[in-house]
Every structure is written in structure tokens, then in C-alpha cells.
């Protein structure tokens, strides 16, 4: 499996965001509008992008062929946590061959190992199996369902809220460091 990169995400990558995110099979389960602009696709990056709380990444492979998008939102020092508010990949063709994982276990470190963080949470759309299948694979707990927090064209959605503390973390990389022991 090729290993991904994960960088800051910069201005000309809107263009690929918003290629991707004209796309049902990136927009059915987030709350992007369908038929957003080029333009407002640039203005939630320019406003998000001077937002402390907010931080902004692209997924790409070794070549740093842009494969996907990572937007962490409630960055809060206050409460030591930070919402994984959308991660993706772009092309449906490239899901399923542990480019989410990845980009997810970057997320994790990024907040367990490069920083101090004490809790991770995310949220899914009710039907969006895969992303609740690698969110518990990778430690994720379910604390409830938030009934029709999300609204997309109209249509209110339930979304299911998960997080990953700190020692959930941890335990877990133990566990993986002993099972790689044995091996």
C-alpha cells in the first residue's frame, strides 16, 4: 500500500476541492451544499484558514498527487480537544485502500504524539457505514446520536458522535507495539 502525505492545505487546492466536492459521492454524507460555488468554496477556505480553531490539510500521495481533504474544526487548548470535522477521499476509485485510515492515524498522532490533546471526536451521517466501520477500527467510541443536527438541502439528518480519548490512544498503540512484538 502507498503511504500518504498529509500538508497544510494552500489556496490552489480549492480547485480540487471543489472538483471533488461537486461529486454526490463525496457530498451525500457531509453538509456541503450541492451546487456550491468555486467561489465559495475559496471563501470557506480564505475564512477557515484565519480561524485559530480551525486547521486545514491535503491528503496526497508520495508524488504529491492530491488524494483527499482534512478540515479539524473546535480546535480548543481550553478543553484540550479537537473535532475531526471532515476527512475524505476525493476519487471514489482510491477509497477502500487505506488512504482514510491513514489520513485518520495522522489525525491521531497529530493530536496524541505532536501535541497535547486529550480527546478526538467526529461525527457520521446515519447510513455511512464505512466511515462508522474505520472510526470503531481505529478506537473511536459511539456517545450518541444527535438527532437531525445536520441540515442539507433541506433535509434534516441524524449524525452519530464518536471520540478517541487520550488513553484509548495510548492503550492502543501498546497493544499494537506488543502485537508486533510477538510477530
Known amino acids: 500500500m502507498e503511504k500518504i502525505q498529509v500538508r497544510p492545505s494552500v489556496l490552489a487546492d480549492c480547485q480540487q476541492f471543489y472538483q471533488w466536492e461537486q461529486t454526490p459521492e463525496v457530498t451525500k454524507f457531509f453538509s456541503i451544499p450541492d451546487g456550491q460555488t468555486y467561489e ?20 496526497t500521495d508520495a508524488e504529491g498527487q492530491l488524494l483527499g481533504r482534512i478540515y479539524l474544526n473546535g ?12 476527512i475524505y477521499i476525493g476519487d471514489p476509485t482510491l477509497r ?46 459511539h456517545e450518541g ?27 492502543l498503540q501498546k497493544k499494537i507495539g506488543l502485537e508486533n512484538e510477538l510477530i
Open 40 to 59: 465559495e468554496v475559496v471563501r470557506d477556505f480564505v475564512l477557515n484558514d484565519a480561524d485559530l480553531e480551525k486547521e486545514q490539510y491535503t491528503i
Open 75 to 86: 480546535i480548543s487548548r481550553k478543553l484540550d480537544s479537537l473535532e475531526v470535522y471532515r
Open 96 to 141: 477502500g485502500k487505506g488512504y482514510g485510515r491513514q489520513a485518520l492515524q495522522w489525525v491521531l498522532d497529530r493530536a496524541f504524539k505532536e501535541d497535547t490533546f486529550h480527546r478526538v471526536y467526529l461525527d457520521y451521517y446515519t447510513g455511512n457505514e464505512p466511515a462508522r466501520r474505520l472510526y470503531e477500527s481505529m478506537g473511536f467510541q
Open 145 to 171: 446520536c444527535a438527532r437531525g443536527a445536520c441540515k442539507k438541502m433541506g433535509q434534516y439528518h441524524d449524525v452519530h458522535v464518536m471520540a478517541i480519548l487520550r488513553e484509548d490512544y495510548c492503550g
